[in-house]
């Protein structure tokens, strides 16, 4: 079955940097775009940035554009987020998503998450 494992998370003080990775099975990942979302606590979950299955597009919320940087390693199933720069605002559980066909529904799944804590 589709497992997301997340890691890479802490604690970090404003202007500082963490890289986030999450480690994909069960799927063919090289097929299928990867995303990170975020939610801060009393907040809606929301999309972080997103790649193309390829590499070769890359979206970012406006947020964290010139900050974060998401790339893919299709030969070791793993997707990554940089993140530079990095604000209090950023605090929130990061998760890494695949969205994948079953049957004629398209299923959501995701990580556990992982806590990145900006704060002096």
């Known amino acids: 079955q589709v497992q997301l494992v997340e890691s890479g998370g802490g604690l970090v003080q404003p202007g500082g940097s963490l890289k986030l990775s999450c480690a994909a099975s069960?799927?063919?990942?090289?097929?299928?775009?990867m995303s990170w979302f975020r939610q801060a606590p009393g907040k809606e979950r929301a999309l972080v940035a997103r790649?193309?299955?390829?590499?070769?597009?890359?979206t970012y919320a406006d947020s964290v554009k010139g900050r974060f940087t998401i790339s893919r390693d299709n030969a070791k199933n793993m997707v990554y987020l940089e993140m530079n720069s990095l604000k209090p605002e950023d605090t929130a559980v990061y998760y890494c998503?695949?969205?994948?066909?079953?049957?004629?529904?398209?299923?959501?799944?995701w990580g556990q998450g992982t806590q990145v804590t900006v704060s002096s």
């Open positions: 998503n695949v969205r994948v066909p079953v049957g004629v529904q398209t299923v959501n799944y």
């Open positions: 790649i193309s299955s390829g590499g070769a597009i890359r």
């Open positions: 069960g799927f063919t990942f090289r097929d299928y775009a």
